[in-house]
């Protein structure tokens, strides 16, 4: 028996109705189909957004809109596992993610482009322009997953553990998890919206299956190696992080700054793990003009 096949809240399966009826658009990748957005397809200036653990893209919506406001050719997208995008049944490791973004901008046709990546998508971010580093014009690392794990709370610390993981998310249904995203805010006043967006790509059969994946494949236990790669090229990176994240602590931020001392680095005030989120009116003017 399959284990994602006892997810409680699991109920639906992606295929062609549902990429026929959600916004946005589709392409067929080695690994799936990808669920991506992409603001306009003439050529220019071109900003890539890489979104977290598991948040899908609606995560950039203040971002996606400031920048194209600004004249900007954006794509956002959602990584295997997340939102629309297939839940192929492989390991959801770094190789996986940094092979989906190369696949997506290839079948774009998009050569040259301006990377932002948000908490574990910085990760992947940052693997992308080691692996690439002639595609990449600019770096942006939004309180990203950097040298050190991702401090886990006991629910993802239970995940690691083959079979019990399963069987305890298979019992728990949705709610749990839906609960313990409230912790990447510092302001309570937008949990109840995000919360209600973020449950709908839970009804989808193998969300809870990429969750367990990604957290057994290392994908929050930090990549000194890929930062360490990362400093020793030409290319511009600017690290924001939220003053009160308690996702990934700033603290943690001081190990990314010793192997990246050339980057222009930005404490958010008054945010937590998803500082362009809640502070948009902080976050949006420093991205376009590092952008710019």
């Not at 669920?35 to 890539?48: D, F, I, M, P, Q």
């Not at 794509?75 to 997506?104: T, W």
């Not at 305890?168 to 249904?173: D, P, V």
């Not at 290392?218 to 003053?243: A, I, N």
Request: glycine residues 8%.
């Amino acid at each position: 028996m399959k284990w994602e096949s006892i997810y409680r809240g699991e109920t639906e399966i992606l295929g062609n109705e549902t990429r026929a009826a959600v916004q946005g658009c589709f392409v067929k990748l080695t690994d799936g189909f990808t669920h991506y957005e992409l603001s306009r397809t003439t050529e220019g200036r071109t900003a890539v957004l890489v979104h977290g653990f598991s948040v899908p893209y609606f995560i950039w919506d203040p971002t996606f809109n400031a920048l194209t406001s600004q004249g900007w050719r954006v794509l956002r997208y959602d990584l295997f596992g997340r939102g629309y995008s297939d839940r192929p049944n492989l390991a959801y490791n770094i190789d996986l993610f940094v092979q989906q973004l190369g696949e997506l901008l290839d079948a774009l046709n998009l050569q040259k482009i301006n990377l932002i990546g948000l908490s574990m998508g910085g990760a992947i971010a940052a693997a992308f322009t080691v692996s690439c580093p002639d595609r990449i014009n600019k770096l942006v690392l939004i309180d990203p997953i950097g040298t050190a794990s991702m401090p886990l709370n006991l629910m993802y610390r239970a995940a690691t553990l083959p079979g019990i993981s399963e069987a305890l998310l298979g019992l728990a249904g949705n709610e749990k998890m839906v609960k313990n995203i409230a912790w990447d805010f510092y302001d309570p006043s937008s949990v109840e919206r995000f919360q209600d967006q973020y449950r709908v790509q839970m009804q989808y059969r193998g969300f809870k299956h990429a969750i367990l994946s990604s957290l057994r494949n290392k994908m929050v236990d930090g990549f000194p190696e890929t930062y360490e790669q990362l400093g020793k090229l030409d290319t511009s990176v600017l690290l924001l992080w939220g003053r009160n994240d308690t996702t990934l602590p700033l603290s943690q931020c001081q190990s990314l700054l010793r192997l990246l001392p050339r980057a222009e680095f930005h404490v958010i005030e008054n945010a937590g793990h998803i500082p362009h989120y809640e502070r948009p009116e902080t976050v949006n003017p420093l991205l376009i003009h590092f952008l710019s």
